[in-house]
């Protein structure tokens, strides 16, 4: 079981102007999977707010889910945030987000800044924040999840017990 941390990036949650449909789904998914949600918050999209923000939640996880701020709009700083405090960028998230999103929403998932990076020696991925890309984000990192907790903690891969190849 490894622990996550959930940053949501949403004006218009933060002001109350909008339901939270995110953390619930999230919540029940990690569930689903044997996993904990031990930390969650919303923050506007305010780049100091979602540094402060995702700075606490990798001092409280395994692994933290950025949910919103990765488009092209100029009010989409979250993955512009994360770039600027992570120790290294962990290419093959963003790719199989978009490819999964590609099977449903066709070709509006390259406009997707959807990443993974490094800080602090956790895992920090960011999603679009679309129930269903969250999804996406949730399933990609719940199948990961042990293996980053055990290398976060030292164990290297031929250690960790879920590391054996699926048959």
């Avoid at 569930?31 to 001092?59: C, F, Q, W």
């Avoid at 406009?111 to 991925?125: D, E, N, P, Q, W």
């Avoid at 042990?146 to 017990?161: L, N």
């Amino acid at each position: 079981m490894a622990w996550f941390s959930l940053v949501i990036t949403s004006d218009h949650v933060y002001r109350g102007e909008r339901e939270d449909k995110i953390a619930p789904l999230v919540e029940r998914m990690l569930e689903e999977r044997g996993h904990y949600l031990a930390y969650k918050t919303i923050v506007p999209n305010d780049p100091l707010m979602i540094r402060r923000a995702v700075l606490d939640a990798v001092s409280r996880a395994d692994v933290v889910l950025v949910t919103g701020g990765t488009g092209l709009s100029r009010k989409d700083v979250s993955v512009d945030v994360l770039e600027r405090i992570a120790e290294r960028r962990v290419q093959g998230f963003g790719e199989l987000h978009r490819t999964r999103s590609l099977e449903r929403v066709g070709t509006k998932a390259i406009l997707s800044r959807a990443s993974a990076y490094t800080i602090g020696g956790k895992l920090v991925a960011v999603s679009p924040g679309s129930p269903d890309a969250v999804e996406i984000a949730v399933e990609i990192l719940s199948d990961i999840a042990d293996h980053v907790r055990d290398m976060a903690k030292g164990k290297s891969r031929w250690e960790a017990p879920d590391c054996s190849r699926k048959k």
